[in-house]
């Protein structure tokens, strides 16, 4: 794999991803001996969750319900970490929301560097390679995130009480399952404030200053997806295939995010998160002065207007108008 420290466009993603109503059956084509699946509490009384216990192929599977809440600290990733230590799984599965697959990769990295030096942590692409013990699989139960495709963890640096990303190439899964079932149970009022997220990856990433054509393609989708359905939103019941694209739109969003680097919305919203503000939710708020704030400077205002045209919107006002909806 190449290992940059420029930034050349490339396109890094997952090894696999299945994607659609019943992509959860890539499960029975793991190869495993022992499997642990990450869930959150919520999941484990999920009418799937039985079904999808039953479909790791492995001849061993533990289910390890996460340790944290929100953005997890070193300490609070400790119960999993002892779990996997306990179970030496050889495939480590994360189901669940952005945190979910977050804490998971995290969790995953003490596993195979239990001797990880505290330095190496923050600093990016520093990390020692990982899949020395176990592969690692995300199954995402949100539509915004973009944690499957993504090569950072975000966690709480519990001295500072700020957050911090972990970076490495590595943390991009061996196995993405999209699979708009999995989805289908949390409720609307949530998914709204995840796709304000995702809206907000693929607009930050149009425009930033880091150039990549394909990521730009995905932009596009991943914002015309979103327009399309934008009366859809205050309906409590999403369909399977509205479900499905937003969820290709989320993960087309999360690789904008991890070539291109996000901007000013997501760098105030990461710091919010600490008075228990919504990472979606606040980005949804902050993305029409960010816009209104970048519009000054020609080369975004043209990006913008680019954005606009090729993902079918008619003007500036209906992006904005857009980003009212959360």
Not at 5 to 29: Q, T, Y
Not at 51 to 75: K, Y
Not at 267 to 279: D, E, R, S, V
């Amino acid at each position: 794999m190449l290992k940059l420290r420029f930034p050349l466009p490339v396109f890094r993603n997952a090894r696999e991803i299945a994607n659609g109503r019943n992509a959860r059956m890539a499960l029975k084509g793991l190869v495993a001996n022992r499997a642990a699946l990450i869930i959150s509490p919520s999941f484990g009384s999920s009418q799937y969750f039985e079904q999808v216990v039953r479909l790791i192929n492995a001849q061993s599977v533990r289910v390890i319900e996460r340790s944290w809440q929100g953005e997890p600290s070193v300490e609070e990733l400790s119960g999993v970490i002892g779990e996997l230590e306990d179970f030496k799984p050889d495939y480590i599965l994360a189901l669940g929301g952005g945190s979910i697959i977050d804490g998971a990769k995290l969790a995953w990295l003490f596993y195979e560097c239990p001797t990880l030096e505290s330095e190496l942590l923050y600093r990016p692409f520093a990390l020692p390679s990982l899949r020395g013990r176990a592969k690692f699989a995300a199954i995402p139960t949100t539509v915004g995130a973009g944690s499957e495709v993504s090569s950072a963890a975000v966690m709480l640096d519990s001295v500072t009480n700020s957050k911090k990303a972990v970076v490495t190439h590595d943390f991009l899964p061996d196995l993405v399952i999209l699979d708009p079932d999995l989805v289908s149970e949390v409720p609307p009022k949530v998914l709204k404030t995840t796709v304000a997220d995702a809206l907000s990856h693929a607009i930050e990433g149009y425009v930033s200053l880091i150039d990549n054509p394909l990521m730009n393609t995905f932009a596009e989708q991943a914002v015309s997806i979103i327009y399309r359905y934008r009366h859809q939103f205050s309906n409590d019941n999403w369909s399977s295939e509205m479900l499905s694209e937003l969820q290709q739109a989320a993960m087309f969003a999360g690789w904008v995010q991890n070539h291109c680097i996000v901007g000013l919305s997501h760098a105030i919203a990461h710091q919010l998160g600490t008075f228990n503000i919504g990472h979606g939710l606040a980005n949804g708020l902050l993305m029409p002065a960010v816009i209104n704030f970048n519009y000054r400077e020609h080369t975004a205002a043209t990006k913008y207007e680019q954005l606009i045209y090729k993902s079918g919107l008619p003007n500036k006002e209906a992006l904005l108008e857009l980003l009212k909806y959360w």
